[in-house]
């Protein structure tokens, strides 16, 4: 059976128990601020168990996009390791939205893998839940006597609360579940050793296939349960494993999902998978990590320094790593594995196809530059190994290397084994702990529980046709972290408020008591489909009526932004290609963010034709047209543009200006008149393929042509008052170039009637010609003085400082004989005396230079020099 088949029998075997099948929700979690990426099939119905919203049916089914690399769910260091982690994997599922519980789920997920798959039950095992003394609960007995109904007492293992009482976080839905385990060993390898001992012990042959959990308890702040008013099913199947079972294979990895993408790897590198250890690692890392990378490149989320994208870069780096290290390859190549999988998961997933180009540009980029940072890491490394004093390598230094270039540990802890020496692994880990410390308390919340004040109230979002309302509170909770303090989160039966989502910030205003007393509200977010409000204070009376008004001024400009990024997508198609798409967009009050797909920076001709585009539709007066709830397949055929990574309901909201449409949940203005004009402040690269405009319309735009004007008459009065500015600034500035020529050749002349005058002051120490002075130079005379005495003076030491606008200057040259000889480093040198002007630098073995704003430590780092010769 293919893994194709394996899929689709899943969803229809639930189809036909009255399940809904919906689609994957992207992997990159984007209305969740709890979560970067989805990491349970469960996630995307988050808010039907905590009863924010009613689904369309209580039955659903799917076969989610899964991510786990991050938070309490990390299996990254295993993946390739083993044979059954994974950082993306599918999670077939069913759901029960307080419908059927315990009796259906285990009677289906037996009818499936035994009837339908027919996996042999007799390789089965179950799991329940022990119970939990600090929980006050008892053994899962309802659930324990439903499996014994159906398999012997003696392949029913009870649980502890690690593996059998799933919970979504801290606090939330939680509950007791059944896992259903498979052994795939060989008949004498069951006959040795009984299977029931190696659950959760991390046989690669004894592994969990299927989890059912039963959700029935909330857990609150303070730790303890209370029963959720309905109990829900969820559960979870990892489809990798799946295929590896009914397809009669050891591993996930000799599965079909896999060994295609195995097959192109050795194609490409020549290494045959089965062979070597570390070849079947490395191999198995790169088939894995390719696929988390392109599915959240198709998702929208771009490899980046920070936050998700720091993630996924992570990710791509660790596979070229493992290639670079284990497979020989110093070229790019894992973005030749992209076309493979698209077309063997293109028809499942179809935004691979769809993004296929964008896919593999970023990953071909993210190889190149990485593969530089790897040979600058090993230069670096090598500095390192020469500069120390015994053969174990401090873990701070390492921790420099992994932490600043991004060079990898345990690549670090291989070469220098190679070499003989070290690594203070300690050292390394201390240093790694504390910065995740920092970044662990840096972004810690805690959350106390809801107050309920209402119940039986569905929100209601107002804020399209006004700005301000009588509102009830309906529930708040207090919320603390390092960054905000403490703040309140709100929500209310109705509100004006727009949530942040689909790009935009969300809105700020104030809350208005009978009494006068004003609440301020400082942001607001959608969190499990409800709209959330941030507040630093709580009203005096949280049970009374209160006014809530929108901040004007800040929605208008907001809005006149979003329009903006409507105008211009549809000017870049028109004036590039409709090629372009948008890749993801940033609209706040004071300015808009704009990230589209094109190959090439745009011309300033082509800039220009842009502006003119989305000012002419500015200038056309065109009025907003509007239309909520429009089925998804009418809008499309209306021509709406849907932006990828987005997840879209049955029904949707249109906007369009003219012949611009699109689906958007967010807030616009009445007509593109309101908008005034239209600006590029600026257009760059973001990745491969993908290109970044920042622009301004309205105030911000007033603000920017007066500023402008400002800084002209300021100029024109610099310049006497000059009638033509343009002119007079080309001419001062062929002025300045002819200057600065002279000066040149000027310091030339000085510097070459100082040598003399600094060969005659050399000290010969131990064999090398030594001198460390202070001269009157700036960098460049400086190093034009240290390689014209270089070339005449053999084994020359020479440290030489200056001081210029208040900075300090060392630069360090040494004959390159010398370095050779003495293993000296004209680097680590200026590196180390940086110190005392409080500064730092660096540059090659033989020359190096360093700054710092401490001209009071010069004469202590040119007596300090001397030590080095000892």
Known sequence: ??????????????????????????????????????????????????????????????????????????????????????????????????????????????????????????????SVFEGSEGDNLPLDQEAYDLWKAIVPEDRIIKGNKKDNFWEMGDQGPCGPCSEIHVDIRSKEDKEKVDGASLVNQDHPQVVEIWNLVFMQFNRKANGSLEPLPEKHIDTGMGFERLCMVLQGVQSNYDTDVFTPLIREVEIITGKKYGTNEETDIAIRVISD????????????????????????????????????????????????LVKVMSEQMGKAFPELKEQYQLIENVIKEEESSFLSTLEQGLVLLDSVIKSSKDKTIEGEKAFELYDTFGFPIDLTALILEEKGYQLDTKGFEKALKAQKDRSRAASEISKDDWNILMTDTEQEFIGYDSLKTEVKLVKYRKVTSKKEGDQYQLVFNLTPFYAEGGGQVGDKGYLEASNGDVIYIVDTKRENNEIVHFAKSLPKDVSGSFKAVVDEKQRWRTACNHTATHLL???????????????????????????????????????????????????????????????????????????????????????????????????????????????????????????RIEAITSDAVKEFYFNNNRMLFEIKDMLKNSQDPVKSVASLQEENVALKKQVEQLLKDKAKGLKNELIAELEDVNGIQFLSKKVDLDAGGIKDLAFEMGGQVDNLFLLLASEKDGKAILSCYISKGLVAEKDLNAGTIVRELGKYIQGGGGGQPFFATAGGKNPAGIPEALDKVKEYLS
Not at 69 to 78: F, I, Y
Not at 656 to 667: A, D
């Open 1 to 126: 059976m293919t893994s194709q088949e394996v899929r689709n029998q899943f969803l229809n075997f639930f189809k036909e128990k009255n399940h809904k099948i919906v689609p994957s929700a992207p992997m990159v979690m984007k209305d969740d601020p709890t979560l970067m990426f989805t990491n349970a099939g469960m996630n995307q119905f988050k808010e039907y168990f905590l009863g924010n919203s009613v689904p369309k049916s209580k039955r659903l089914t799917d076969s989610q996009k899964c991510l786990r690399v991050s938070g309490k769910h990390n299996d990254l260091e295993e993946v390739g390791k083993d044979t059954y982690h994974h950082t993306m994997f599918e999670m077939l599922g069913n759901w029960s939205i307080g419908d059927y519980f315990k009796k259906e789920a285990i009677a289906w997920s037996w009818e499936l893998l035994t009837e339908v798959f027919k996996i042999d039950k007799d390789s089965l095992y179950v």
């Open 289 to 336: 990590h390719v696929r988390a990378v392109a599915f959240s490149i198709a998702d929208g989320q771009l490899p980046s320094n920070t936050g998700a994208g720091y993630v996924i870069r992570r990710i791509l780096r660790r596979a070229i790593r493992y290639g670079f290290t284990f497979l020989d390859t110093n070229k790019p190549f894992i973005y030749r």
């Open 569 to 691: 997508h549809q000017a870049l198609r028109e004036v590039l290609g409709t090629h372009v798409e948008q890749k993801g967009s940033a609209v706040h009050s004071k300015y808009l963010r704009f990230d589209f797909s094109h190959f090439s920076k745009l011309t300033t001709e082509e800039l220009r034709k842009v502006e003119n585009f989305v000012n002419a539709r500015i200038d056309g007066r065109l009025p907003l047209e509007e239309s909520r709830n429009v089925p998804m397949k009418e809008a499309m055929e209306q021509g709406a543009m849907a932006l990828f990574g987005e997840k879209y309901g049955d029904t949707v909201r249109t906007i369009r200006f003219g012949q611009s449409i699109e689906l958007c949940g967010g807030t616009h203005v009445k007509n593109t008149a309101d908008i005034w004009h239209f600006k590029i402040v600026s257009e760059g690269a973001v990745a491969a393929g993908i290109r």
